[in-house]
């Protein structure tokens, strides 16, 4: 189908939840963490990292003129609700916020992120990776900065492989066929889980064969692209389609207790994972004590062109709710709360998180790390900062959250065979485009 030009007449509707938590003035804030200096200009954050009070502590030791105050609001869909009351009420909002990329032109829409090109950002733009940086900019503007990644790469069970004498897929057509071999076989689960909720992560694998679903500049506010039912998205999903139709993959809902029972009991002999993955993966009760994880690049569609993707990966923006007096504060936090070799040490070590500042990502000793869980293989070298410096960018909706909703809509009923590839995802173009309509955005060719 032809790209489609939105114009937006008005913000886009997010759904709302009442409001708990920090409030954005920093007098009134209930902190997690400990205040090291009292006297010091407080900025309020909102994030869900895991080991982020050791963060915190170090920041506040390190500086003597802010301190952060710290509260976890919730994780994904439930900080994003309360951010969106707060931005309606008008209050409530923390100084910093900690956001998923996808998320970002969401709230520039709502006008509830500051551009922090008028903050130093180009002064640090240098120490991300170019798609990194593309993630959080918009034309000149930019509205958060990088912090962790999840570009894209395989793990898989060596074990299972060496039984049913598998090769490591480095295609698509390959991966294929090793479902096939596995299924040939009577191997009691299958090659991999392709989750109909998988959001981000669908829309990763339609980006790899080059599909562009959405578009949208901050610096013209009215207008966006939808363009979910591309040749190369139908591509992708009718590759899937079929694998499900042979019953060469499960079609189980990701991040669910059965998924991730399945993911360690080898019910799945490959997770298709973002770097983030071995962290989540390594942290699963009742995993095969005689299992054997290894990593490998994720398959390509053209071998000689590979296109390296991402799957997630968070920021931190200044919130337009925080006081002028505060601004320059709350930036520094944004920039530089992350933006240290010892608040690395913590995100890598305890929090398993992917970074995207170069002197972590580029350091020898994030590059030759060995992880026990994976037989001591240095995963990054091997496979994720390929990925890393290869991925370009993705651009995203203004209301990602209700697209992926709607995605799992037509997803879940191709999977159940209700509909084909081409249908669920012409549906899922007409779906978007009505309910852009409905929310008082003008569709333009």
Sequence with gaps: MKKRILAAGGVVAVAAAALTGCSGGAAEATCTNEIAKEDATQVTVWAWYPAFEQVVDLFNETHDDIQVCWTNA????????????ALEAGSGAPDVIMLEAEQIPTFTIQEGLVDLSQHG?????GEYT????????SGDAVYAVPVDGGPMGMLFRQDIFDEYGIEVPTTWDEFREAAQKLKDAGAPGVLADFPPNGG????????????EPFSYDA???TETGIDVNSDEAKKVMEYWDGMVDDGLVATDDAFTADYNTKLVDGSYAVYVAAAWGPGYLGGLEDADAEAKWQAAPIPQWDPENPKQVNWGGSTFAVTTHTPEERLDAAATVAKDIMRTEEAWQIGIDEAALFPLWKPALESEEFAQKEYPFFDGQKINEDVFLEA??????FGYSPFQVYAYDQTY?????MTEGEKDASQALDDLQGTL?????????TLTE
């Design 74 to 85: 919730g994780q994904g869909a439930d900080e994003y609700n309360k951010f969106s009351t």
């Design 121 to 125: 950002a180009a002064d640090i733009q």
């Design 130 to 137: 170019d798609g990194a940086w593309s993630d959080v900019s």
């Design 200 to 211: 981000a992560y669908l829309y990763a694998l339609m980006a790899q064969a080059g599909a």
């Design 219 to 221: 610096a013209n506010p």
């Design 388 to 393: 890393a410096s290869g991925y370009s960018g």
């Design 409 to 413: 809509e037509q997803i879940f009923a």
């Design 433 to 441: 485009e009505t309910y852009a309509t409905s929310q008082g955005f």
